[in-house]
């Protein structure tokens, strides 16, 4: 007999240190998940309202069982707590508060007992598991990591990882690119998400840190950190773009990266499917990045609009089909790897545009400032595009212009004032006809055609105004880069309602915050009214608190 139990013993330490071993979790884990599914099984053969323990020593297998009471002076629940004279016959000198031990003796698992035993300990060690493999991973976003290909469900492949399984989406795939399973393969791993039925890692081929991790791993000189991707774009599957600059004056980042006879570039591309990479030396300066961003077109002139953050580019006509790309691809990589809009024009384009705008503006000061149409055209000619322009500059600008004295300056300018407070009043009148409350009027950064704006966004109350969030009302819109003229027609995001006159996110906050702070003026006022009414009801005096 006592060589049986011996045996028991034995087995059940061999079966904790196997389990441990097996699934890479705490031994003591194991054990604990022992003790609980004994405690479970005992409490269904003494009954489950008794508090019941389980003891298994780690070291020798030695298991103790036990029932927990307390010492009370009037017993209200006969399973947990007993009273001072049936405590003397358990523990001599039992007080009323303590906690008394009762041993019990072991048990004999059925197989009903056995297969709830087993499945305790299951559960447990699998909890165990999973959260060993969360702690694993969870640090380890945008690292490569290599492994087998498990199965293919709905177009998702779920990949082996050795210590566990990751997915690669869809959408996160190299298009046209044939998995089979036992293959293979390398992916970066974009997150890691803790959930109910274990962790999910969300793997990736096609983002483009993936593919700057993979350079790190065939430029020494990147993993070294003398060379740097500052910036990288991606069309998986078809073509690519990467921005680099080089520490060292001495090495050269296109041709590390290109490699002997380009073979690690070709590395590159072969781990991404015969996908076509351009390489672009990166540029603080925002014009010659751009330049090179739209390689292999040559490049005219790039002009910068800081408002709108877009960048203008003109071209050759004989280059404007490879500048756009096919399917526009290759702007629209170079918008990703710059991080701005851009438009491409033909050098027809951008004269026919340059000498639209020099017509409109001349109009515009001709009619405005009532000059003749010599004078209008030198204004324009040297860089004034606006009323504001003309009316709050210092007037030595407008003197030194050829032709100009301080006089002529300082007339210009008194009519560009008037002109600007006819458009003002205008504009007034135009949004009191719309029906924009004249509180609409007293918020920060609002100006008169802003308010004619909102009127015809129909938002026309302070309630109107509380209601929109940052980015209704000062969103910049956005368009997909492409060549400007492709693009008539076509439906874009037009932004924020005040989208066009360039205000910031934090003039928009300040915007919203002003117009909602009726709503805790109105909140305070109520509550006032409400306390005031309270104490009329008592009948006592508001001031004095004392009856009259």
Not at 166 to 174: S, T
Not at 285 to 293: K, S
Not at 402 to 416: K, V, W
Request: net charge negative; charged share 35%.
């Amino acid at each position: 007999m006592v060589t049986a139990i011996s045996a028991n013993k034995a087995e059940l330490i061999a079966i904790a240190d196997a389990v441990a071993k097996e699934k890479l979790i705490d031994r003591a884990i194991v054990i604990e998940a022992m003790e609980d599914a004994i405690q479970r099984a005992a409490r269904a053969r003494y009954g489950a309202e008794n508090d019941i323990r389980a003891k298994l020593d780690p070291q020798t297998g030695d298991l103790r069982l036990w029932r927990v009471v307390e010492v009370v002076e009037a017993v209200d629940d006969y399973f947990k707590q007993v009273s001072p004279k049936d405590a003397e016959k358990l523990q001599p000198g039992a007080a009323i508060g303590d906690f008394i031990v009762d041993p019990l003796p072991a048990i004999e698992f059925g197989r009903i007992a056995a297969q709830a035993a087993k499945q305790v300990i299951f559960q447990k060690v699998r909890d165990a598991e999973r959260e060993r493999q969360y702690e694993e991973f969870k640090d380890r976003a945008n690292e490569i990591i290599t492994g087998v290909v498990k199965r293919v469900e709905f177009g998702h492949v779920v990949v082996d990882l050795g210590r566990a399984e990751g997915v690669i989406r869809r959408d996160a795939q190299i298009p046209r690119e044939v998995v089979r399973v036992g293959d293979r393969i390398r992916s970066l791993i974009l997150r890691v998400v803790r959930e109910n039925r274990g962790p999910q890692i969300f793997l990736s081929r096609a983002h483009p840190e993936f593919m700057k991790k993979l350079f790190a791993q065939e430029v020494p000189e990147i993993y070294d950190g003398i060379i740097e991707i500052k910036a990288a774009a991606r069309d998986p599957g078809s073509r690519a773009k990467i921005g680099v600059i080089s520490r060292d004056s001495s090495i050269d980042p296109v041709g590390a990266c290109v490699g002997m006879k380009g073979s690690r570039v070709q590395a590159v591309v072969q781990e991404m499917q015969g996908e076509k990479i351009d390489i672009i030396p990166w540029s603080e300066d925002t014009a010659t990045f751009v330049v090179n961003a739209l390689q292999p077109a040559n490049v005219s002139r790039v002009v910068i609009d800081e408002e709108e953050d877009r960048i203008e580019v003109v071209v050759p006509d004989d280059q404007l089909s490879l500048a756009i790309g096919r399917r526009g691809q290759n702007v629209r990589l170079a918008s990703q790897l710059t991080g701005k809009a851009i438009d491409i024009l033909t050098e027809a384009d951008a004269s026919e545009k340059r000498q639209r705008e020099f017509t409109e503006r001349s109009e515009l000061f001709q009619r405005e400032l009532d000059v003749d149409e010599t004078l209008a055209q030198l204004l324009v000619a040297e860089g004034f595009g606006s009323l504001e322009e003309v009316a709050y500059v210092e007037a030595d600008e407008i003197a030194t212009i050829e032709g100009f004295d301080e006089e002529l300056a300082g007339e210009l300018q008194s009519r560009a004032q008037e002109a600007l407070e006819r458009r003002e009043e205008a504009n007034r009148e135009e949004r009191r006809a719309l029906g924009v409350s004249d509180d609409l009027a007293g918020m920060p950064y609002l100006t008169e055609a802003m308010l004619v704006t909102l009127g015809k966004a129909g938002i026309l109350t302070l309630d109107d105004l509380a209601d929109l969030a940052t980015d209704e009302l000062v969103q910049k819109r956005r368009v997909e880069p492409r060549r400007r003229a492709e693009s008539a027609g076509r439906p874009e995001d037009k932004g924020g309602v005040l989208a066009e006159y360039g205000l910031s996110e934090e003039q928009g906050n300040e915007i919203i915050m002003a117009a909602r702070a009726h709503w805790f003026t109105d909140e305070d006022v109520a509550a006032d009214g409400q306390d005031e009414a309270g104490q009329d009801e008592t009948g006592e005096d508001a001031v004095a608190g004392t009856p009259q």
